[in-house]
Structures are given as C-alpha cells and as structure tokens.
C-alpha cells in the first residue's frame, strides 16, 4: 500500500513512538473509509488521507500534554546505505536529528513539503491554513533547520553570509 | 526580480510549482546573483539531504497494511457498519470496501478509463449518491446528440430485456463521456460512451466484431467491458463478476 508507507514516514516523526506511529496511520485510513463517501474521485487521494492524519494527529496533540516529541532514532534500520559511506550516513543522521528537534509545526511542513513533495498549495490544503502561511512557515522552517545544523559544525550546510 | 522576490517565490520555486514565466525570471535573476544563487543551492542541497534522510528510514508497512484491512473489512461486514449504510446488502458493503482500496488505500492503480467508470458505477448508480440524472425521452435524445452520437445508440447499447433509464455526461479519465443507465427492473448497469476514439483502452482486445474491438477487465468487484471502432468509444460496467459486461459488449458490438 503505498499510501500507507508514506503516511508512516511522517507518522513516525511526528508521534512519541512507532507504535504511535502505526496507531496514527491505522487511524487515518479507517477514518478515510469511514468518511469514503466524502471523497471526490478523481482528486488527489493521498493529500486526503495526509488532512485526516494530520487532523487526527493535532486533536491527540491537544489532548496529550504538549511536548517538543520526536521518533527516538536508533529504531528502524537505515537500510543498505549505511556501511557504505559513514560520512554520508553521519551527516543524514544529523539532519534526521536536527529534524527532530524542530518545532512541531517546521517539522510538520519539512516533512510534507520536502520528505512527501507535496507543493505549497496541497501543504495549505493538508493543514487548512492559507498558502501565504505555508510559503513563510516553509521558510522558517529550512533557516531553522540550517541553523540547527550549523550549531552541530557541520561546515558544508553553514549559512552563507548575506548582503 | 529583485533578491527580496526570490526569498519570497523560494519556496514554490524550490517545490517545482512556480508557473513558468516567473520561474525562468526566478532563475535569471540567480545567474546574475551570486549571493541568491548560493543561498538558493545551500537550501536545495539541504533538501536533498533531508529527503534521502529520511526516506532510507522505510519501515516494512506488511503487518501495518494487514492489520488495517482486516479493521476495515471487519467494520464493513459488522451490522452497525450496515445499518449506518442504510442497506443489509452485504455484496453492496464489498463493493464500497472494493471502490476504497481502488481509489486510495491502492494508491494510483487502477486510475484512468476503467477505474474512473467502475467507480461511477459504484457511487452513482449502486449507492445512488445524488446527481443531476436527465430521465424523460425526449431530454435523453437530446443529450445524446449533442455529445455528437446518433439517437439510435441508445437502443443499440441497449442488453437485452434492459430498458434505459436515465443518462448524464461524467468525465472519466479526463475526458467527457455520456453515462446511460439501464434497467431490467432488478438490475442496473451503466454504459458510457463517447464519439471518438481518441482514447486508448487498455490491455489487448478479447475479440473483434463487425470492425469493432471488444475488451474486458475485472476492477474490483465489477466487471468492465469495452467497445471501440473509428467513430466511438463505449465502456460497459456490470456489478460481479462473471461474463455480463463482455456480453453486453458483444451485444452492442452485433447491433451497431
């Protein structure tokens, strides 16, 4: 299910754990065939099920007490790239780990802008804000992450001074 | 473009979706700016990284997906689930859990002619989700020629012991079609068609009938069949599976 993988990569940075993760998606599909009947044919499916995630994520949010959470990162395995190249996976763990330090709501449109490809106006349709917000939130959200980055040393992604 | 516009347009820039005019101003402006060219390829490498960082994080979905079919199909089958449908038909309840892993939870396939129609079938025609059917003879008639079909379609499409019984324009894949639906009083089917052939149908004709190709496909729980010559294009959306919708087809194919 491709959709599921997807929803999971996000799940999964967004929620305390991977069981929170899986609970999360599993939650968003059976939302999605609950409320199949308001789904327009033809339109775009996988922004559809990304709004019920992300509604259903921030209604727990508001619920749960409010914490700068994040997917501890030794679960999962990297795959075959790790042994390959150490340099190239210490820099990935490092961005993954900046990412994850990020306020929710930078780490939120990272993630569906950059990791998923969603393009700005689905990111305003997903999270129901408009795209003004989701053009400068975006922005914010790389500087925030650069800066993280930079804190860590790594010289190849530290800002550039500008005029 | 000034280098305030490219920090405003930057981030549609950098998701692909600026519109093409502006964006090969937006790309100018970075041959002749090097601050702007740096800052824009420091943030497009970040983003590089970002991706490939986190998607070689993949978790294996298999349990995942299982687990949530299972949910799905359970609530679908539970008496609740039917209740709330308004309807005991449990072949009604596969087909709506069949149309939902069509359309999303199988992601992209079946898209196109095939899954647009089946899909129609389902909401329209088996759930009769409201729409603005056209019933009366003369209306129909009207319609038909219109969409630049003969009349006499209308019988021709006709399967046998069916009688038609409301039609409306729909697009499927794109491309606007006439869905007809006829009745044999327990059953309904739905036929859509159009006066060209400028579409292709997908997978080999099963059968060639008078100059007319003749195809088949099962979606879901329906059964789809498809008809082509030079002047039109007819899809044929039976509930089941079985040789309904390939009869149907024959059928028409025979009395065109």
């Given at each position: ?16 754990n ?20 308001q789904?327009?044919a ?17 209604a ?17 395995v990297?795959?075959?790239?790790a ?14 780990r900046?990412?994850?330090?990020l ?29 003004g917000?989701v ?8 500087q925030?992450?650069r ?9 190849a ?6 005029r | 473009m ?9 981030p549609?820039?950098?998701?692909g979706e ?31 990284l970002?991706?490939e960082?986190?998607r ?52 992209p ?21 409201p729409?603005?059917?056209?019933s ?21 499409l ?5 009688r038609?019984?409301?039609g409306?324009?729909c ?23 159009r ?10 004709a ?6 007319r ?27 089941g ?14 009395a065109?």
């Amino acid at each position: 299910m491709p959709h599921s993988r997807s929803l999971l990569r996000v799940a999964r940075r967004l929620t305390s754990n991977p069981a929170a993760a899986e609970d999360l998606v599993q939650e968003a599909l059976l939302r999605g065939w609950r409320s199949f009947h308001q789904f327009q044919a033809g339109s775009n499916a996988r922004a559809w099920l990304f709004r019920i995630m992300l509604n259903a994520f921030f209604a727990q949010s508001r619920t749960a007490e409010a914490t700068a959470v994040m997917t501890p990162l030794d679960d999962g395995v990297e795959g075959a790239l790790a042994g390959s190249d150490p340099v190239a996976a210490a820099e990935r763990e490092d961005i993954r780990r900046a990412l994850g330090e990020l306020a929710v709501e930078h780490r939120t449109v990272l993630l569906l802008g950059v990791v998923e490809g969603f393009t700005c106006l689905e990111i305003a349709g997903i999270l129901s804000i408009p795209i003004g917000t989701v053009m400068s939130r975006l922005s914010r959200a790389r500087q925030a992450l650069r800066e993280r980055l930079a804190s860590r040393a790594s010289p190849a992604l530290a800002p550039q001074e500008r005029r | 473009m000034n280098c305030t516009d490219i920090t405003a347009l930057s981030p549609r820039y950098l998701s692909g979706e600026l519109e093409p005019g502006p964006c090969a101003e937006f790309a100018e402006h970075l041959k002749s700016c090097p601050d702007c060219a740096r800052e824009i390829d420091s943030l497009t490498r970040q983003d590089a990284l970002l991706r490939e960082a986190e998607r070689s994080m993949d978790a294996d979905t298999t349990a995942l997906d299982r687990r949530i079919r299972e949910r799905i199909s359970s609530e679908a089958s539970a008496p609740r689930a039917m209740r709330w449908m308004g309807t005991a038909a449990a072949a009604v309840i596969a087909l709506l859990l069949g149309g939902f892993a069509l359309r999303v939870l199988l992601g992209p396939h079946p898209t196109g002619l095939y899954g647009d129609a089946t899909l129609d079938h389902r909401l329209e025609v088996i759930d009769r989700q409201p729409r603005r059917w056209i019933s009366g003879k003369a209306d129909l008639e009207a319609l038909t020629a219109r969409q630049g079909l003969p009349v006499t379609l209308l019988a021709s499409l006709a399967p046998a012991a069916y009688r038609l019984e409301r039609g409306k324009l729909c697009r499927l894949d794109g491309r606007v079609f006439l869905h007809l639906v006829y009745s044999d009083g327990a059953r309904e089917t739905s036929v859509f068609v159009r006066s060209s052939s400028d579409l292709t149908i997908p997978g080999p004709a099963r059968e060639s009938i008078g100059g007319r190709r003749v195809f088949a496909a099962e979606v879901g729980e329906q059964s789809i069949a498809a008809l082509q010559d030079s002047r039109l294009t007819a899809l044929f959306v039976a509930s089941g599976h079985g040789p309904a919708a390939m009869d149907m087809a024959r059928e028409a194919a025979r009395a065109l």
